[in-house]
């Protein structure tokens, strides 16, 4: 039997070795990869993700808890920069996943967010993609902390709740911005805190206090869409307590709403159309950096650097030069 | 007299539309950017980055008078998710600098932080570049709210401030790992807040706690760097309460400390080499799709997609395949 066959049978540690093989992008990987791929497509995967402080961890237990009392299987694949170099080896090796490594029915995947070859955007989505061809049908992708993460789950997943902790002042303005791009659920976890409510408040008034009501978040139908798909998906604010256990079946039931909006709205297709897009084109950049890594060499690119760092030539022309000498486009 | 030459003599509504042109990436931008990059390199480039609700505007704004107190002219570069169609014309349009843009030393740049054909993190860049070029000594560059800007950030400055609010919990952990990617300085503002002197203590032990001391930070010398660049740059955690204006000429003295320790101990070289390098790698591949574009069309790229989404073949197969029937590396 196969490592995929073993995988796809149900084996855990055969599962936890073929991850560790595809999220090394290894050539073994990527074969794997290029197997399962027919079975992918099933999952729904929710992308969780916030701002340092919100209390994501704690909620994605409670998220755990509710969906497996909710008789469903699940999988957790945590981005995880405090373990750089442990290569998901330690599964449920964070606090608040431990008491969660004892079912059977949630599968954990710790990711470091460094050292993968082409990103850790890469690495999270083969991830996400070999746990839906094993057959999760559930799986949560946490990011932890701040920066490219953030933006990365958005490629990932299907639904995306955004966490913050209340008391964000002035920077709602910006988390609206943040929201339009990324979020289809809102989160203020904390709600125990006495900023709370207000600060629920002060997201209901800027996300659907202005007018034209109904037609906020990323679902809203583009020009040129059929009429069907225009109605769109207004971001909705829950308030929850991670560490009081409660709003989590409001936030279950929202997410599983999500899902069940994508569907009959089609945006799913459209969600599906757009990752598979994102994919090939990040596969032809990946590949062009390969050939370029190979033909250009480190002397000619230290030489470029040389040039731009006496400030002979600005970096942009550097590059367009040495891609010039390099290889032309053959004939179409 | 052109524009560029305008920019130079101090004019400064040459100067916006100088850095209009820059930021929207046009041939004619581009063109000015290689003109003035020779003139480059002289600017203390300071980010300041943090989560939402860390207060960063309000300390913005206190940094930016605390630096004119010291009898400098600045110019800042305030990346804005809310207002992604401005494209800059409006200086000064967010509350907490509007008592800024009366001052004839401080210059204010509003940035969209979408609509920028190569991304925001090039368009920062270019916009520092130019402000460096026409004599600035001091640039701030704020990104607001989280994501990738936090990142991009790190590509454009010298010295990167972290901006945070206290309670943080148990995502002190995944701060640190961010820190050591980004950050030169911690600042917990709002130090009016009750758990303030507690986050501060905490991040002490996570930051500082752990051997070797002294070898922490991203100026730590890499595997081998000649030992003279060994001993590094120790994070400093400053608390501020930039509403009450506390804390903040310790930050500036702190920044400028930054300053001088990147010229004493060969730092500030090495950060040049690596922007010098990130930029040309970065124009490397954008160059490379540009070719992409243009000998790919959409066509074939749509009929590729087709082909993942029906699940035929993965994504890394399909590109690869695209770009062996468009051309081949030529003779080296």
Chains 1, 2 share one sequence.
Do not use: C
Not at 24 to 39: H, I, S
């Amino acid at each position: 039997m196969t490592l995929v066959e073993a995988a796809l049978a149900g084996e855990r540690r055969a599962l936890a070795r073929l991850l560790s093989l595809v999220e090394n992008g290894a050539a073994e990987g990527r074969e794997a990869l290029a197997t399962l791929f027919p079975r992918t497509g099933h999952a729904h995967i929710i992308g969780i993700t916030g701002s340092p402080g919100a209390g994501k961890s704690t909620l994605l237990n409670r998220l755990a808890r509710e969906f497996r009392n909710r008789g469903t299987t699940l999988a957790i694949v945590a981005v995880d920069p405090t373990s750089p170099y442990s290569g998901g080896a330690l599964l449920g090796d964070r606090l608040r996943m431990r008491d969660l490594v004892t079912d059977e029915g949630i599968f954990i995947r710790s990711m470091a967010s460094r050292g993968h070859p082409g990103g850790v955007a890469y690495a999270t989505r083969d991830v996400a993609l070999t746990l839906d061809a094993v057959g999760f049908p559930i799986i949560l992708v946490e990011t932890v902390g701040a920066g490219q993460a953030q933006v990365d789950v958005a490629r990932v997943a299907h639904t995306v709740v955004l966490v913050e902790a209340p008391g964000m002042g002035d920077d709602i303005q910006a988390l609206k911005a943040g929201l339009m791009e990324i979020a289809d659920i809102l989160v203020v976890n904390k709600s125990d805190r006495a900023e709370a409510r207000q600060t629920v408040s002060a997201l209901q008034a800027v996300l659907h206090g202005a007018p034209p009501a109904g037609h906020h978040g990323p679902a809203v139908a583009e020009a040129g869409e059929p009429e069907a798909f225009v109605g769109g998906w207004e971001v909705p604010i829950l308030q929850t307590s991670a560490l009081e256990n409660e709003g989590i079946a409001e936030l279950v039931d929202t997410i599983e709403g999500h899902r069940d909006y994508l569907h009959t709205s089609g945006q799913w297709g459209r969600i599906l159309k757009r990752h598979a897009r994102a994919e090939v084109e990040a596969w032809l950049q990946r590949h062009l950096l390969l050939l370029l890594e190979e033909h250009v060499g480190e002397a000619r690119l230290e030489e470029a650097v040389g040039v731009v760092l006496r400030h002979e030539q600005d970096p942009a022309t550097v590059a367009r030069e040495l891609l010039q000498t390099l290889w032309l486009p053959g004939e179409k």
